[in-house]
């Protein structure tokens, strides 16, 4: 079965997020995504069907089984998960998961919202609601982390120096290591660059001008092997 890298997933996530695409509860399209329909579209992008049910990602989608989001050692790529226990105000586990119903597996929870964590652990992106469509939000309020089928792990590691590429989209290069320093220059997606310095979440980057960049929009891959 084909796999996708966290660099991958991460990439397609942030997209949705700085488009701002439309909330819609069954979507799985282009601009116009629900918090399960983001997945189907990210992953269906690399060959790979996912459902488009919350509930069904949390029992038969993921690895190692559900780990309490506070105090839980997240890594980037994991799934982030709302939700419910039964007895608790707004709990609405479709049948099919109760007891007697075709997908029960014992698991009793209703999981009502899904999103993925970012880079910067301490956030997961999602599809919030028509309100606000497409969010970047603190993990504090998720209740549960789980790690993914189909999603390469191993892609999650730090920045090296040496040649790297821009991945996600446009990067902005600033003149000091801070998101409040002045904008030097765009970079496109796939640009080449040399890493000079990094410090985990900044890097010094030369390439036609020297500048610094958010290390998470940088991969040391070579451009072709999995990013394709």
Request: charged residues 20%.
């Amino acid at each position: 079965m084909a796999t996708v890298t966290v660099a991958q997933l991460e990439a397609v996530f942030k997209k949705m997020w700085k488009e701002d695409w439309k909330y819609d509860w069954s979507g799985h399209e282009e601009g116009k995504v629900g918090c399960a329909g983001a997945f189907v579209y990210a992953f269906g992008l690399y060959g790979i069907k996912y459902p488009n049910g919350s509930n069904r990602i949390a029992r038969y989608y993921t690895v190692g089984g559900m780990i309490p989001a506070r105090g839980a050692k997240i890594v980037p790529g994991m799934a982030a998960f709302k939700a419910k226990k039964p007895g608790e105000s707004g709990y609405n586990l479709p049948a099919a998961y109760q007891p007697g119903g075709a997908s029960c597996n014992g698991d009793l929870n209703d999981y009502y919202h899904i999103g993925l964590v970012d880079y910067d652990t301490a956030y997961v992106l999602n599809a919030q609601g028509t309100k606000n469509n497409f969010e970047r939000n603190r993990i504090s309020s998720w209740d549960y982390v789980a790690r993914l089928k189909y999603v390469d792990y191993g892609e999650a590691v730090p920045l090296q120096t040496g040649e790297a590429h821009v991945v996600g989209g446009r990067l902005n290069v600033r003149s000091k290591p801070s998101k409040s320093a002045s904008k030097l220059a765009q970079l496109p997606d796939g640009q080449i660059v040399t890493v000079e310095e990094t410090d985990g979440s900044w890097a010094k980057i030369t390439w036609k001008n020297e500048g610094y960049v958010m290390s998470e929009y940088l991969s040391n891959e070579r451009k072709g092997e999995n990013h394709g």
